[in-house]
Every structure is written in C-alpha cells, then in structure tokens.
C-alpha cells in the first residue's frame, strides 16, 4: 500500500494556527509591554494621589484643632463654622479614608489611616466638650449651635465652673498634655502610613520593571518563533509542492507515469492522473461501456468493480455492499423476465439515491455494490436515510411485480486498508443485517468495539 504522505490541508491549517497564534502572542506581548509603562504611571499617580488624602486626613485633623483652638480662645463663632464645615461639608478624612479603603483595605496602611481617623474622631469628643464650656462662658444661647454641642453633658463639677473658670478649662482641653499626646498619636499613625505607600510605591515600581524584562524577553522569542514557522512554510512548500510538480509537468509532457511522492495532496492527483492516463491507454481492452458495465442494468459490472477497487483512494472511500432480500424466492415463483424487472428497478433506485461521483455495480446475480469516493463515518446518519428512502421506494407497489427490499453491509477505509479488507468488513456488515431481520443497513464495528445487543441500524 502507498504510503499516504502529509496533507497539505492538514499541514496548512497547522502552519497557520501556530503563525496566527504566535503573531497573537507577539501582539499580546507588545501590548502588554506598551501597557506595564502605563501601569507603571497609573500606580506612581495613584500612589501619589493615596499619599496626598493620607495628607489631607493629617491637614484636616490639624485644621480642627486649629479652628476649635480658636474658638475657645477668642469665642468667635466663625471659628466653629469653620470646624464643622469641615467635619460635616468638606469631610477630607472621610473621603481620605474612602479613597484608601477601595483599594488598600486590607494593609497596614489602610490600617494605620484609619486608626489616625478614629483617634481623630475620639478626639471630637474633647473638642466638643471645650466647645461647649466656651459657649456657656460666653454666655451664648447653645440652641444656635450645631446638635453635636447641644448633646454634651457637663460633669456636675464642670457646671459649678465660673465663666473665667470655663473658658480657661476649654483652653487646657485644647492645649493640654492629654490633647497633644493624642494629636502625637495620630500623627504616628498618619506617619506610617505614608512610609507603607512610600514602600508600596519602590515595589510596584521594581515589580514593573522585572514584568517590562521578561515581556521584552517574550517578544524576543515570540519573534524568532515567527520567523522559523514562515521558514518551515517556505522550505515545506518548495519540498512537498513546487519540486514534485516541476517534476511531474516534465513526465506528463512525456506522457509517463508520475511518482507517487510529496504531499498528500500531490500523491492524490498523481494517483488520480495515473488512473486516468492508465485509463486513456487501456480504453479499448479494459474501459469500454461492453467491457465494464452490466448489460442489464447498466451499473458497472466485476470488472468494472475489481478495476476501481484497485485505482481509487480506498482509505477516504466507502464501500456498500447490496443484497435483494428474498430475491431467489421470487425468481422461482415469477420467473426470470420479473426477476430481472426488480434488478431494474432495484439499480434504478440506487442509482437515483447517490451522487455522480459514486461508482455503482451489480457485481453478481442479485449483488451490488456502491463506492462512494470521499467519504467517512460522518456520512453514516445520511446513509441510513438513503437506504431507508430505497427501501420506500422498493416497497411501493406501482405494477403487478411484486415488491422487495434490500440488506445493506457498510465499511469505511483507513490508513493502509486494502481492497480485499474493505470487501470482507462490507460483508461481514451485510450478514450482521441478514441475520437481524434484512431490510436495514449496518456499519462495520472492529471486533473490541462491538457491544452487546442488536447490531443492525433498522
């Protein structure tokens, strides 16, 4: 058997996922690298935006102090305004805070900048308590102010306070020892803070670059990838296609046969030529319509049939082998000119249900047989319908001949099959229908394939 070679089709589509991956690859990569520098910038930009809340949380604690400082240290209520403006309307370490959160929630910076908030909160409390003195001291309605002074409870002792006595309490609340160790608390807070994004900042950055290596790398090797498969198209094409058929031209011009070498594709139409230029010079001994065909029905006879099992491409072809259910037992009874009506309409039928490019023959009595070129198992469930569709057409009774259905055996080639094999696995296929019931189509199985139960498709 000749060896089946590589498929063109097969190697193209090969050839082209890997080029088309590798250039998708290449493009990712370029991409990517394209895309690290802009990661690079968002990060520092961001890093640096995180930072600057980080500061603002810093700049409104202190800005707090310095307003409520000053409220109790002059009574003007703008200074207040100004305090819960900025606790209540422009809220910079909440949004500080909410910024953070979104994407450092669960860091030691994030951490860090929330303790420094809720120290700053805890805080409020004392200011609102010196505030609330500085009210009374003053002798000011505290129904005016925000319901944040309002809620604040004096201790009794605090209450008993002359209005000097208040006022200079309100002062030491906001300027004492307690107050500005709790400010160096939040502070230390908001100082580690800034150094974790500080840190985060050098390692994203280091992190990028050692990425920005190996995209480059990647590129690199995606590029030589590339250049070898175009190399391996180049060198494949000239070996499997351009030499063979320069060769083959010179040969045919010479009217001789052509090797049966190259590609699959190539070995196809070399075989294909051969057959045909085999056919043009036996034309008188072996393919004459006399020689090859069957006078009755006009199918291909055996020879016609043992010819084109010997020629065509077994391993992408089907064979069917035809057997007229019951035949014998209606030639006895009616006799052969009926007989040879059913054989008529019979091939008739057949003929009409498979395409041009099929070779159908009555190989013998009550046999037939189609060939069907290119084909494989995917063709099984349109097999099944055709022979189904035969059997309705042989089982309507349009005159007085009586009616009659067919058996079929199906096998498909494969690599290396010879014609001899692929005539058995067919007939091996008919008896399984014959001894099932007849009238139906069955598809040959290897041996350690066959599972238990009724065989036949019909």
Not at 333 to 360: C, E, M, N, P, W
Request: net charge neutral.
């Amino acid at each position: 058997m000749i060896k089946r070679g590589i498929s063109l089709r097969k190697l193209n589509i090969i050839m082209l996922i890997s080029a088309a991956l590798i250039s998708i690859g290449l493009f990712l990569a370029m991409n990517r690298t394209s895309s690290i520098y802009a990661e690079t910038h968002t990060i520092t930009q961001n890093l640096i935006e995180w930072q600057r809340s980080s500061y603002d949380l810093q700049t409104a604690s202190d800005y707090l102090t310095e307003q409520m400082r000053n409220f109790v240290a002059t009574g003007d209520r703008v200074y207040l305004d100004n305090y819960f403006y900025e606790a209540k309307v422009a809220k910079r370490r909440d949004k500080a805070l909410e910024l953070l959160e979104k994407t450092h929630s669960k860091t030691t910076a994030f951490r860090d900048l929330n303790a420094a908030m809720q120290e700053s909160l805890s805080l409020m409390e004392k200011e609102y308590y010196a505030a609330r003195l500085t009210i009374l001291a003053y002798g000011y309605d505290v129904t005016e102010y925000p319901e944040e002074i309002q809620n604040v409870k004096l201790i009794k002792p605090d209450t008993e306070l002359t209005p000097k006595q208040m006022k200079e309490m309100a002062i030491m609340l906001m300027i004492g020892d307690e107050y500005n160790s709790r400010k160096d608390v939040i502070s230390s807070h908001m100082n580690s803070c800034i150094k974790d994004l500080d840190e985060e900042m050098h390692n994203e950055q280091l992190k990028n670059t050692d990425t920005l290596d190996k995209q480059v790398f990647i590129e690199h090797l995606l590029t030589i990838l590339l250049i070898a498969v175009l190399l391996i198209i180049v060198i494949l094409t000239s070996r499997l296609i351009i030499i063979p058929l320069n060769h083959s031209v010179e040969l045919i011009r010479e009217e001789q046969d052509i090797p049966i070498k190259g590609a699959y594709e190539i070995r196809f139409l070399a075989k294909t030529y051969n057959l045909m230029h085999h056919t043009n010079l036996q034309n008188k001994e072996k393919l004459t319509y006399e020689a090859t065909h069957d006078k009755l029905t006009g199918l291909y006879n055996r020879r016609g049939y043992d010819f084109l099992m010997n020629n065509i491409d077994l391993e992408t072809s089907a064979l069917l082998l035809f057997d007229l259910d019951k035949f014998k037992s209606i030639n006895d009874t009616y006799g052969h000119d009926v007989g040879d009506r059913i054989l008529v309409k019979t091939a008739d039928a057949i003929f009409g249900s498979f395409r041009a490019q099929d070779y159908i023959c009555r190989i013998g009595g009550d046999e037939m047989a189609v060939i069907m070129v290119h084909s494989d198992s995917s063709l099984a469930p349109l097999l099944e319908k055709k022979i189904a569709k035969i059997n309705t057409i042989l089982s309507n009774k349009t005159d007085d001949d009586p009616t009659i259905s067919i058996s079929v055996g199906v096998a498909f080639g494969e690599k290396g099959i010879t014609a001899e094999t692929l005539f058995k696995r067919a007939d091996t296929s008919l008896y399984k229908v014959k001894g099932h019931g007849k009238k139906g189509i069955y598809f040959y199985k290897p041996e350690r394939k066959k599972k238990s139960g009724k065989s036949a498709n019909n």
